[in-house]
């Protein structure tokens, strides 16, 4: 392999402090980024060359291995695991050869799989979270995302990637958009996972599978029962009888009107809680009646609250 000094790449010495790295790489990027030369190919290998430069050197792990071993850093760890799987000593070879050259053969077995082929690379897959409303939970549905990703050459890009969100996805699952992950080192990419979590929604609460939503009526439609509309997370209402002498704070259950069940098929219910309006500012006519109310019911209302 060709060896690439990286520090003469960056303009800096081999003790260079990691600040003098950072300093060198912004100053060298802004210079040969492929924005400030369009159409030049020259100056986009050298901002190739410079970010390779910079990946290993801000790093603290990748410097001390390409200060140990120049560019054949990145085969050293391979090389390190392979003796620690395969139980080999590291203070001398006599034991790796001895009985059989068993030692020998592990080492090369953890290394290249018993097969003379080094592994397929760890995956590179990387996880992002993903809102999800309700009306998505209740219908299911695409969404065009747009990601920043790092690109082969090292740069971040702007991706769009196509979502599709299950009917019924649960909070806190997890979403796999296959080939959207980050870039291994052979240039293929590994997968994406969204962990849905499952958003506020200013109108209802979530209840498992059920949802819980507030309906505001007045006090005579209360005491005499009445018909009101309630909303569901798909932008329809359905109408509810309210019974008579509904009292404060009491739930009506709609069932199968909430989110989809586990699996797609039952729906949970909806839970709407009935708020009952006290009048006010009442006409000296109303307030006459509610005072007759009161004395054909036995209450008897505090007088200092009774102008």
């Known amino acids: 392999m060709e060896y690439k000094d990286y520090y003469q790449t960056l303009g800096v010495p081999r003790d260079a402090s990691p600040d003098d790295i950072?300093?060198?790489y912004r100053r060298l990027a802004r210079r040969y980024h492929p924005d400030v030369n369009p159409d030049d190919a020259s100056a986009e290998a050298r901002f190739k060359e410079i970010n390779e430069a910079h990946e290993v050197l801000s790093d603290p792990t990748k410097r001390q291995q390409y200060d140990r071993f120049g560019s054949n850093w990145r085969r050293t760890g391979s090389f390190d695991e392979a003796f620690r799987q395969s139980g080999a000593r590291m203070d001398g070879f006599g034991d790796m050869f001895g009985g059989g050259a068993s030692g020998f053969s592990d080492f090369f077995d953890a290394l290249f799989g018993g097969r003379?082929?080094?592994q397929?690379?760890?995956?590179?897959n990387v996880e992002e979270t993903l809102q999800?409303?309700?009306p998505e939970v209740l219908n299911g549905g695409r969404r065009a995302l747009t990601m920043r990703v790092p690109s082969p050459d090292g740069r971040v890009r702007q991706r769009r990637i196509d979502v599709t969100i299950p009917r019924g996805v649960r909070d806190g699952q997890r979403l796999r958009v296959a080939g959207e992950g980050a870039v291994r080192a052979d240039g293929s990419r590994g997968d994406l996972f969204l962990r849905v979590r499952i958003g506020d929604d200013p109108g209802f609460k979530r209840k498992g599978d059920d949802l819980e939503t507030e309906v505001s009526i007045g006090l005579t439609e209360a005491v005499l029962g009445t018909s009101v509309q309630v909303p569901t997370p798909s932008g329809s209402s359905?109408?509810?009888?309210?019974?008579p002498e509904t009292q404060n704070g009491r739930r009506l259950r709609l069932?199968?009107?909430g989110l989809p069940r586990r699996g797609g098929g039952e729906r949970g219910d909806m839970l709407v809680r009935i708020h009952v309006r006290l009048p006010r500012n009442l006409s000296a006519r109303e307030r006459e009646l509610f005072q007759e109310l009161?004395?054909?019911?036995g209450e008897v209302p505090t007088p200092s609250a009774v102008s």
């Open 22 to 24: 950072k300093s060198a």
């Open 116 to 118: 003379g082929r080094p």
């Open 120 to 124: 397929r690379p760890q995956q590179a």
């Open 132 to 134: 999800v409303s309700l």
């Open 238 to 243: 359905l109408s509810v009888r309210v019974p």
């Open 255 to 257: 069932r199968g009107q």
């Open 294 to 297: 009161a004395a054909i019911r």
